[in-house]
């Protein structure tokens, strides 16, 4: 069982900056490929960027690319989403989810949102123009 906890989200105007937060309990938090969804009000779930266990792999949706980066420090168990020029497109609730890749980056769907087995609660991202 993994718990995930998200934090960082708010308001902020269109070109700012957030960093988003996810902190996993458990001890094999290392093993875990994560990755980062929103959804907006009235609209589906959709991908926004994966991390493999051990970081050497990144993804990201085109929307964020060049914008946004994920990054993770396993000795703290923690996943980052560091947001810059912010759009109010980006306004949506963020969620972090964990994905089981035993420690092997071959076998991870790192941007279908079924495939991951753990997610966080969200935290709300609002991007005022």
């Known amino acids: 069982q993994v718990l995930l906890v998200e934090s960082g989200g708010g308001l902020v105007q269109a070109g700012g900056s957030l960093r988003l937060s996810c902190a996993a309990s458990?001890?094999?938090?290392?093993?875990?490929?994560m990755g980062w969804f929103r959804q907006a009000p009235g609209k589906e779930r959709e991908f926004v960027a994966a991390?493999?266990?051990?970081?050497?792999?990144?993804y990201y949706a085109d929307s964020v690319k060049g914008r946004f980066t994920i990054s993770r420090d396993n000795a703290k168990n923690t996943v980052y989403l560091q947001m810059n020029s912010l759009k109010p497109e980006d306004t949506a609730v963020y969620y972090c989810?964990?994905?089981?890749?035993?420690?092997?980056?071959?076998?991870?769907?790192?941007?279908?949102?079924?495939?991951?087995?753990?997610w966080g609660q969200g935290t709300q991202v609002t991007v005022s123009s």
């Open positions: 458990g001890r094999t938090f290392s093993s875990y490929a």
């Open positions: 991390i493999s266990w051990n970081g050497g792999i990144t």
């Open positions: 989810a964990a994905q089981r890749s035993a420690y092997y980056s071959g076998n991870v769907n790192y941007q279908l949102g079924t495939a991951y087995n753990y």
